[in-house]
């Protein structure tokens, strides 16, 4: 069976431009201690179709980096202060709110670690995957909508489909869960998926076989992915490049296999020295506070 579709994005004009380009973002927080800035200077882009891993140490501005694609950070506290985001050749950070209603679920689908903060556990499962469908699919006819739930329930692997529409999200497993998400992300057909450490809540062998849909999802289905993580050990494979955050700094970028063989900064290869193996309890990294300046400045408000 061939689920092959290729996403396009409504106003897109220009289908030579990259998917996602972000240019010099940065991204401050404002706190009771000062102002933080989380993101500094991050530049990179995601081409159509291709997968794309963000690895770094717990609070070095990967979910940060996330979810300022869609906008999702609340602002206040957060506050873009500077850079350029564009997806599919749109401005991001001129769309009114209408426009970012749409991009959020239609162009950039997102994926958590806590199946909580994308299932509402007082709806069943058809219920959560028909509203995104209604949203991002009108094409769609209510009356079609279970098939097509159906169908993506089976894509990511969920055993009988037809009988799980009923079931409120504590029925199922994590890993379960987490499939349903998956699912419900990619019925609105999404152009990217970003899964921010989808799996780290998850034990061993569920978080194996989460990787392995990932995997097995992008060759059936023309989508990028952003894949974030702490976690070297599960981008082999799966991302076709990687970029390496450090201190709200991408300090390596390049392709997958030459930053898994050959990383060239000291932080990457600190970070390869302690790949958790898939499955072991996120584990924490000693700082290396020796490499880059750090994240915290005092920005005066003057
Ligand atoms: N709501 C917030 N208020 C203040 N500071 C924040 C907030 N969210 C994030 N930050 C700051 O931004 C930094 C980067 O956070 P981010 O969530 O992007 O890290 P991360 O790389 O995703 O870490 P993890 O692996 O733990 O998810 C944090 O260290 C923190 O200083
Ligand atoms: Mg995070």
Request: glycine share 8%.
């Amino acid at each position: 069976m061939n689920h092959a579709h290729l996403n396009t994005y409504p106003d897109s004009s220009e289908k030579t431009t990259p998917l996602v380009a972000v240019k010099n973002l940065s991204v401050c927080f404002d706190t009771p201690r000062g102002v933080v800035e989380a993101v500094r200077g991050v530049t990179f882009q995601i081409g159509r179709g291709e997968t794309v891993a963000i690895v770094g140490e717990s609070g070095s501005g990967k979910s940060v980096t996330a979810m300022s694609l869609a906008r999702l950070l609340p602002q206040p506290p957060a506050k873009i202060t500077g850079g350029e985001i564009e997806f599919d050749g749109l401005d991001v950070l001129q769309m009114s709110s209408k426009e970012l209603l749409r991009l959020r679920g239609g162009g950039i689908g997102y994926v958590f670690q806590e199946p909580s903060t994308s299932l509402n556990p007082v709806f069943t499962i058809r219920s959560q995957i028909a509203e995104s469908l209604r949203l991002h699919r009108p094409e769609i006819p209510p009356k079609k909508r279970d098939e097509e739930i159906i169908r993506w329930l089976d894509l990511v692997g969920i055993v009988e489909p037809a009988k799980r529409l009923r079931d409120y999200p504590h029925q199922l497993s994590g890993g379960m869960q987490q499939r349903v998400m998956i699912a419900m992300a990619l019925a609105a057909h999404p152009c990217l998926l970003v899964a921010d450490e989808p799996t780290t809540a998850l034990d061993v062998t569920i978080q194996a076989q989460v990787i392995d849909l990932l995997k097995d999802l992008r060759r059936k289905i023309e989508m990028a992915i952003l894949m974030i993580t702490h976690n070297f050990g599960i981008i082999k494979g799966l991302a076709d490049r990687t970029l390496v955050m450090f201190k709200g700094e991408i300090v390596e970028h390049g392709a997958t296999d030459e930053v898994l063989n050959r990383p060239q900064h000291p932080y990457t290869r600190a970070l390869l020295e302690c790949i958790p193996r898939l499955g072991v309890k996120r584990r924490r990294l000693a700082t290396i506070e020796d490499f880059l300046p750090s994240r915290y400045h005092s920005i005066s408000a003057g």
